[in-house]
């Protein structure tokens, strides 16, 4: 099946810093979901992009469908401790009918 | 406004054992989803719905079953529990099958013993 790369698994970073992790695919994709998963808890989302190009925002973070349809980014900036959890990319090719899902990116954040 | 309500939140079984996992969705959406989570597995898709009265396999769909009893519930049935299946189970939604977001519930913490 399909499948996307997510990277980095994992990113320790003091408070203050700037993050970005990535999720590449194989195939072109329509879709692109970002998110975030605390202990416990169910996957919450964060930005959804539906368009190559698209630059969108939710407060401090910024994620991008990239231009090729077979990329995306998520950047934080100035981490803050709440940001630790898990972040998940979800995304679905042109023509699928499911979302498939990277396989997270653990953020811990040092005070 | 609850969202998507799943229900247990544990529940612990024996081998053999068979239970039905709950999920309900007040968002009006037409397509529900089962997925299961393992440590470093990410979401793997069990069953879908696209829409009332349709099921469909996803990537893991052995030793499962699901009824689409309505718009709003979508149940997940294991007829005979094995240890292979203790994880964590989420439902989520979609108002369709594309160019949606989904909406995940809290989730439900199964243990197979």
């Known amino acids: 099946g399909q499948q996307l790369n997510q990277s980095p698994q994992s990113m320790f970073i003091q408070e203050g810093e700037d993050v970005s992790m990535n999720c590449t695919s194989s195939s072109i994709f329509n879709t692109w979901l970002w998110y975030k998963q605390d202990p416990g808890e169910g996957p919450v989302l964060l930005i959804a992009?539906?368009?190559?190009?698209e630059l969108t925002s939710n407060g401090r973070l910024t994620a991008q469908f990239g231009i090729t349809r077979k990329d995306s980014f998520l950047n934080i900036s100035a981490s803050i401790p709440s940001d630790v959890g898990i972040y998940f990319c979800?995304?679905?090719?042109?023509?699928?009918?499911?979302?498939?899902f990277g396989q997270g990116t653990r953020l811990t954040i040092n005070p | 406004n609850a969202g998507v309500t799943q229900t247990p939140k544990f529940q612990v079984l024996k081998t053999g054992q068979s239970m039905t996992l709950q999920c309900a969705q007040d968002m009006n959406h037409n397509s529900m989803y089962w997925y299961r989570q393992d440590p470093g597995m990410g979401l793997r898709l069990i069953y879908y719905s696209a829409s009332e009265g349709t099921t469909d396999k996803g990537e893991v769909p052995n030793g499962y079953n699901v009824s689409r009893l309505n718009k709003r519930e979508f149940s997940l049935r294991l007829e005979s529990a094995a240890p292979s299946q203790t994880s964590v189970y989420f439902c989520a939604t979609r108002q369709r099958l594309m160019n949606t977001e989904a909406f995940f519930g809290q989730g439900t913490r199964l243990t197979v013993v």
């Open positions: 992009l539906y368009k190559a190009g």
């Open positions: 979800a995304g679905q090719a042109q023509g699928a009918q499911k979302l498939v």
